[in-house]
């Protein structure tokens, strides 16, 4: 069975801490991605990887880096926590087309106090 | 980046009846997904429709794609109270130029009355 695992489920945060979102799949896809998911906004591109240490910015970069340092791993860092990045954030992966199904996690819903 | 539009935000239907959403998008696509969402849970694909593709039917999901209205359909028929979820179509651009995944709408909520 496919299976994309974030790390956490529930993460509570102060504000200008450092917060680290891990996503592992087992599906040995090229593609994996970071989205965030608020009320009446949907799900946004934060950023996404094609490859092992390539990163590309999505649609709302600001305030997020990223890891790829191996295939199986997408790791979502926040460098300085702050309480507009209170979300739910959803890891995904896609393998060969880069217009195929995506696999998503559980989700890790993030409160920043 | 384009976005589809779901129709409507939110629907709530009775046990047994069908249930349609919309979504609308702006630009050519590829593909157009679709995913469903329980509550507070990651997101689980439903369906693909090729932009070459008029309908696709899986088990009691039923999709048409008009490209030249830039419009899609997900007709669920028998609803049942499993059903209930927040639906999202999501696009798939034609040209590509990097892996840069899909465009989702912002999602019909579903409830059905049992």
């Known amino acids: 069975d496919v299976k994309v695992t974030q790390s956490s489920r529930y993460l509570v945060k102060r504000t200008g801490e450092k917060v680290f979102l891990e996503c592992v799949q087992d599906?040995?896809?090229?593609?994996m991605f970071w989205y965030r998911q608020d009320p009446g906004l949907g799900l946004r591109l934060i950023y996404f990887?094609?490859?092992?240490?390539?990163?590309e910015k999505g649609d709302i970069p600001e305030g997020y880096s990223v890891s790829r340092e191996k295939k199986e791993r997408f790791s979502l860092i926040l460098e300085s926590a702050s309480t507009n990045q209170t979300s739910m954030y959803l890891c995904?992966?896609?393998?060969?087309?880069?217009?195929?199904?995506?696999?998503f996690g559980e989700g890790s819903r993030l409160t920043v106090l | 980046s384009q976005q589809g539009e779901e129709d409507p935000q939110a629907l709530s239907i009775q046990e047994g009846e069908n249930a349609t959403m919309n979504c609308s998008y702006k630009t050519s696509i590829n593909n157009l997904q679709w995913y469903r969402q329980n509550s507070g849970r990651g997101l689980v694909h439903l369906i693909l429709i090729r932009s070459n593709e008029r309908e696709k039917h899986s088990g009691r999901l039923r999709v048409t794609l008009d490209t030249s209205k830039k419009s899609s359909s997900l007709l669920i028929t028998a609803s049942r109270a499993a059903d209930t979820a927040s639906y999202f179509c999501?696009?798939?651009?034609?040209?590509?130029?990097?892996?840069?995944?899909?465009?989702f709408g912002k999602g019909t909520h579903l409830i059905i009355q049992p």
């Open positions: 990887s094609y490859d092992v240490k390539m990163k």
């Open positions: 599906m040995d896809h090229e593609n």
């Open positions: 999501a696009t798939g651009l034609t040209s590509g130029g990097g892996a840069d995944g899909l465009t």
């Open positions: 995904a992966s896609m393998g060969g087309s880069n217009t195929g199904e995506l696999f």
